[in-house]
């Protein structure tokens, strides 16, 4: 979607500036698959850092252009978990965890929906839903939660989800059907329908 | 229609990733089944509320990259072994100025710096047997002589303890014979005394006792013969009251039989006449 073939190809034989430009391209997807999983923001950019290093140090050793996308979020996956082990171990809690209120004007939630509509109150709501939603994201199992993020919102096929992965495309289905599933009876608990949100937003 | 279609199945067809038969296999299952085709309407509905959470903005930190290629010196290897060589160099130079020398002659290894110095002679076996000899013999001469005198010394010094702890238990035995001589005399005349006093003490105390004896024996007949003068007394006294009362018991009814005599007489001679 966001990258040419040849700019991997390029990136694979050394090429400085396209690697930069692979890292422009997909930064903000590597970010946001960090931030839904972890809901953190500190962690999301740590993932990603992390994620660009490794690619730029391995791109080298990638056998096909055309797989760029799963290998991406293959490192990105792995960073993921590497945190995940640390936070389980250490305990810690990210400062983004301590934000303020949204109703407070240094909320990063108000910042970021601010550039978005000029409805004050819309704005709130949204970003109210925003929370409720990442919220019940985070309630998935790490392995529904990796799949349905890569499936939702990275838009990935099931077969570039195995390879990412490394399951069997079965597997991930399964994991995604039980994930929305999940999801389904979530809403269901929080009496959010399609039609209220359509209302109230 | 016996086709079910599993869950694999089920989430494919609904993400569209599923083609051909299947896919038309999927569509008439869901024809017969509606509540399961709206079991796919919530997924349907619950991936659009969930479309919702969108992404957060973020610009890319500036990275700078930097040579993706190594060059042939600082591959690993390469590395590895100029550092060896390297090292192996400073040895050989250090040698050459220090002047080391490494000799290998008849099977002897020698290392050393400058020049190697002269071997001096050394002896051989029969010399240096005759010296080991030479000197066990010594030695030996040396522990005898050492140990004669010891046991002479130690023969002496028994001799000598022997004699004086001799006389030391003949002084003790005189001295306990003497000892027990003197405390039997002791012991006879303390026995004497002892039996002396024993015999005075004990005539002394028959005596007195014999005295009392009498005093309390004749004490006690005195009171026995008052007693039994007051009793003999009592007795007396009570015989002659009893005695006294039958006299006069007696003239009482000696009265009352005169006076009844003489009350009969009176009216006898009244109705003779």
Redesign the interface.
Known sequence: MMHAEDLVTRARE?D?VA??KL??AW??RI??FG??FFFD?DL??EV??KT??AM?RHI?YLQEASRFRPWLYTIAVNCCREELRKRKNSRAVSLHDLRPGNDEEDSRTWE?AA?RDDNPERTLR?AE??DI??G??MQLSDEQREVVIM???EGM??REIAEALNLS??TV??R???G?EA??RM?ERKK???ET?GYE? | MNYKPD??T???YH?G?LEGEERAKVEAWLEQHPEERRRLD??R??????????????I??P?V?????RSFWREGYVRFSLGIAASLLVVVVAARLLGFTAVYREGELRLGFGEPAPVQATLSEEQVAAMIQRSLQENNQALQATWTEDRKHLEDNIRKNVLSNSERIDQLVRNVSQGQQEQIREFVSQLQANNLKTIQDYLQLSTQGQKEYVETLLVDFSKYLQEQRRQDLQYFQTSMSNMQQNTEQFKKETEQILTSLIGTGRSGSQRVY
């Open positions: 050394g400085a690697q930069g890292m422009q930064y903000k970010y946001n931030y839904k923001h999301a950019m990603a850092q660009f290093i730029h080298a970021v550039h949204q839903l925003a939603l990442q019940c994201l499936k939702e919102y096929k099931f495309e079965n289905k399964s995604m059907y039980y929305l999801m389904k809403l959010i329908t399609r949100i937003l | 869950e694999s089920l989430i494919a993400y990733e919530d997924w509905d619950t991936r659009a509320v969930f479309g919702r959470l969108g992404d957060k903005e973020v890319a930190p990275i990259v930097g040579d993706n290629h």
